[in-house]
């Protein structure tokens, strides 16, 4: 058992706090207050209170501080002297047994029902403490609520990802099948495969004409316009030489074939799009899609 | 009102003012709540919405949708993104459980930055 562990096991020994009492009775005005500011019109509570103002009425206020027997308060300093200094609230699990009528006294107590951890949370290290609160109009249990809060130590801000030459870019390969598409990039014409023996466009490259076997594969020059048919936005995992996240489109061009490459900008399906050369070096120069403004 | 209903979808504009004044009506003083340079110092972006807000805010959205007649009995929230200052809040609902009058409605928030709130409600509703 971890000395936190140890301490929480003697705070939720402790059992409920001491009652602690709401500053007024239930009462129209602050329901008014509550019901303006949250835009509620609904026309029932002028005898009776929102449920969900239950803990409104207990709240310590603009003075308020936690008394010496505040199971959560302790709770909060043994996590804050181990280093975990920071707060956010995960879960409010709120029960109501009946609603509460004006002039009705409340009251609230509290304990330390769990402390879990240390566990990694995107947030930072911390630990999950759950408390049980019951409020009470005289000894009728009339309200709980399950309370869970992280208290973490805030995570180290991630190190800036390093600037990655273009050169360490992924690379295409380049074979006989493709580089007539590369050569092309390069002279600033997108390439499309055209099959020697029937005509039929397609992309990727490939050997051999999936319709009519032919393999003399020639080409013809793309005007380079299209629509978005799909894309994903790339976050994770890095990719060298990219910044993340990207989005890859695979754009229906005008002649037909679909082809997959980076957009820059922000994506739709069926967004028309043109295409851009990239000159990573001498050798590559990278296709890519931005958008494109009908006219 | 029966399993598989969606509730209306319901915008909220998170207005520095909603933000504030729902925090003063629910009696929560902590500044990340209307003080803006000092929820940002703490590591904010801006002033947001409190979890007392989000409550009531979910206790609306269904009771909006059940009407004025329908009990509420619970409300049981997770918290997620926080929602700032500027932000529009965009709730969904649906319910998910009916038994006799009783009713589980499962409900989110959510805004640009992702789920704000999920969470159930569970209401009576007169026979």
């Known amino acids: 058992m971890t000395d936190i562990e140890k301490e929480a096991a003697r705070i939720a020994e402790q059992g409920e706090c001491a009652p602690r009492l709401a500053r007024d009775p239930v009462n129209l005005p602050m329901i008014n207050n509550w019901l303006e500011a949250i835009g509620d019109d609904h026309p029932g509570y002028t005898e009776v209170a929102p449920p969900a103002m239950v803990q409104v009425w207990t709240m310590a206020g603009l003075r308020g501080q936690r008394t010496l027997d505040d199971p959560l308060g302790q709770m909060m300093t043994v996590l804050d002297e181990a280093g975990y200094t920071s707060v956010v609230a995960t879960n409010s699990d709120q029960t109501y047994h009946r609603y509460l009528k004006l002039g009705e006294q409340l009251s609230v107590t509290t304990s330390l029902e769990d402390v879990t951890g240390p566990k990694k949370t995107g947030l930072g290290e911390g630990w999950f403490v759950t408390t049980r609160s019951t409020w009470w109009v005289g000894d009728e249990a009339v309200a709980e609520m399950r309370f869970r809060v992280l208290k973490f130590r805030p995570a180290r801000k991630p190190e800036p990802v390093k600037e990655i030459p273009k050169a360490q870019a992924i690379r295409p390969s380049v074979n006989r099948d493709t580089e007539y598409f590369w050569e092309g990039t390069r002279q600033g014409e997108l390439r499309i495969q055209r099959c020697g023996g029937c005509g039929l466009l397609r992309h990727p490259p490939g050997p051999m004409c999936p319709e009519c076997g032919a393999t003399k594969p020639k080409y013809l020059v793309s005007e380079g316009h299209g629509v978005i048919y799909s894309y994903v936005v790339h976050h994770h995992p890095q990719v060298p030489g990219k910044q993340t996240p990207f989005v890859i489109a695979l754009v229906e061009l005008d002649e037909g074939v679909r082809m997959l490459g980076e957009f820059d900008g922000e994506p739709s399906v069926g967004q028309r799009v043109e295409v851009v050369f990239t000159e990573v070096d001498d050798e590559l120069t990278m296709p890519s899609w931005r958008p494109r403004a009908d006219r | ?127």
């Not at chain 2, 509730?7 to 003080?35: C, G, K, M, N, Y």
């Open chain 2, 1 to 127: 009102m029966r399993i598989g209903d969606s509730l209306p979808e319901w915008h909220v504009e998170a207005t520095p003012t909603f933000v504030i004044s729902t925090a003063l009506a629910t009696r929560d003083f902590q500044d990340v709540h209307h003080d803006r340079d000092l929820a940002v110092q703490r590591g904010s972006k801006d002033i947001f919405i409190n979890i007392l807000t989000t409550t009531g805010l979910v206790q609306r959205y269904v009771t909006d949708w059940a009407g004025p007649e329908a009990l509420v009995r619970q409300v049981n929230i997770k918290l997620g993104a926080p929602c700032f200052a500027y932000d529009t809040l965009k709730f969904f609902g649906q319910v998910v459980e009916r038994e006799q009058q009783d009713l589980t409605i499962e409900v989110v928030g959510r805004t640009a930055h992702g789920d704000h709130v999920t969470g159930t409600v569970k209401i009576e509703v007169p026979a």
